[in-house]
């Protein structure tokens, strides 16, 4: 069974430019999430899906980043302007229908200069 | 929220050593996870451990609902055990997971 897949795995950008990540979740895993893990921290969420619908976003800086899963399956993270503290890993997860048990991707290794 | 906390935060032992994390938690949780964070970034899950005692291999998790902790040890250690190990939790089951600051372990020959 495949993983969680994330791309890019690396991003360098300057501050105020804009950027996306993707994120494709284990097949038939309902629920998505993105986490943001600054260095020497543990995972923070951002925002979690159910299938297209999302059910907590408190935790996301609407006023720059945003989130979409048009379809129910795949997902992108957007970041517009990037500032210089949203440098970080971004890491996508998901988890089944029945189970709670969250699986992880590689992670975004974001670099704002 | 809930609040995680892990100790110790650092850890550093010679290959074969055993060893015991522990996480404590601020309120009871439905979901509880083990991830050992490589060096390399990627999380890898241990142990899916709401309640009780799973093992696997070197590793075996004990988790007391009741009383809002979690213990992993570790046995036997081999250099490749390096990293940080992170526990997380949710109230809810399927909730965004509230980790810990992680325990960084490291593994000498």
């Known amino acids: 069974e495949a993983g969680v897949a994330q791309s890019p795995r690396y991003k360098i950008i300057e501050k105020r430019q804009s950027v996306a990540f993707w994120c494709n979740p284990i097949s038939g895993h309902a629920t998505l999430y993105w986490y943001q893990q600054i260095l020497g921290q543990g995972p923070k969420l951002l925002i979690q899906f159910q299938n297209n619908g999302v059910v907590d976003d408190s935790q996301l800086p609407k006023d720059r980043f945003s989130a979409e899963r048009l379809k129910g399956v795949d997902s992108t993270l957007k970041i517009q302007p990037a500032k210089l503290e949203d440098s970080a890993v971004y890491l996508c997860?998901?988890?089944?229908?029945?189970?709670?048990?969250?699986?992880f991707g590689p992670g975004t290794r974001l670099t704002v200069t | 929220g809930i609040q995680v906390e892990q100790s110790p935060p650092d850890l550093i032992l010679q290959e074969g050593a055993n060893s015991t994390l522990r996480c404590n938690f601020s309120d009871s949780v439905n979901n509880l996870q083990w991830f050992h964070q490589n060096p390399w970034g990627q999380l890898i899950n241990l142990f899916y451990i709401p309640s009780g005692t799973k093992q696997n291999g070197r590793l075996s998790a004990t988790t007391v609902a009741t009383e809002r902790y979690s213990l992993l040890y570790i046995s036997s250690s081999q250099t490749t055990d390096s990293g940080v190990y992170f526990c997380?939790?949710?109230?809810?089951?399927?909730?965004?997971?509230?980790f810990g600051k992680g325990t960084h372990l490291i593994i000498q020959p």
């Open positions: 997380a939790g949710t109230l809810g089951g399927a909730d965004g997971l509230t």
């Open positions: 997860a998901s988890s089944p229908p029945i189970s709670y048990e969250q699986y």
